[in-house]
């Protein structure tokens, strides 16, 4: 079982930068793939990007390919998101999930662990 606990939202302008940190608790951090996603009130939750459990491979949404990269510390128990040139339509909360298997995936559904969320507001 691993809890997770984000943190790092906030309002920034367009153009800006954010880093989301995702903390964990429990001694199955370090084999579980993690990810991040997001929602906009009225739709479902969108994967953002994932990460193995190692650190070794990584995966990203078109949307922010490019402009946001996932980092973790299993040292640490840290997953982070850093988020540049941020966009009006990056606007959401933002959920950090784990899996406990080797695969990233897109699908929510995959994912056992949650977070509680932080909003992120991109003003433009």
């Known amino acids: 079982q691993v809890w997770l606990v984000e943190s790092g939202g906030g309002l920034v302008q367009a153009g800006g930068s954010l880093r989301l940190s995702c903390v964990a608790s429990?001694?199955?951090?370090?084999?579980?793939?993690m990810a991040w996603f997001r929602r906009v009130p009225g739709k479902e939750r969108e994967f953002v990007a994932g990460?193995?459990?190692?650190?070794?491979?990584?995966d990203y949404s078109s949307a922010v390919q490019g402009r946001f990269t996932i980092s973790r510390d299993n040292a640490k128990k840290t997953v982070d998101l850093q988020m540049d040139s941020l966009k009006s339509e990056d606007t959401a909360v933002y959920y950090c999930?784990?899996?406990?298997?080797?695969?990233?995936?897109?699908?929510?559904?995959?994912?056992?662990?949650w977070g509680q969320g932080t909003q992120v507001t991109v003003s433009s």
């Open positions: 990460i193995s459990a190692p650190g070794t491979r990584t």
């Open positions: 999930a784990g899996r406990p298997f080797i695969t990233i995936q897109s699908d929510q559904d995959a994912y056992q662990y």
């Open positions: 429990g001694r199955d951090f370090g084999a579980a793939t």
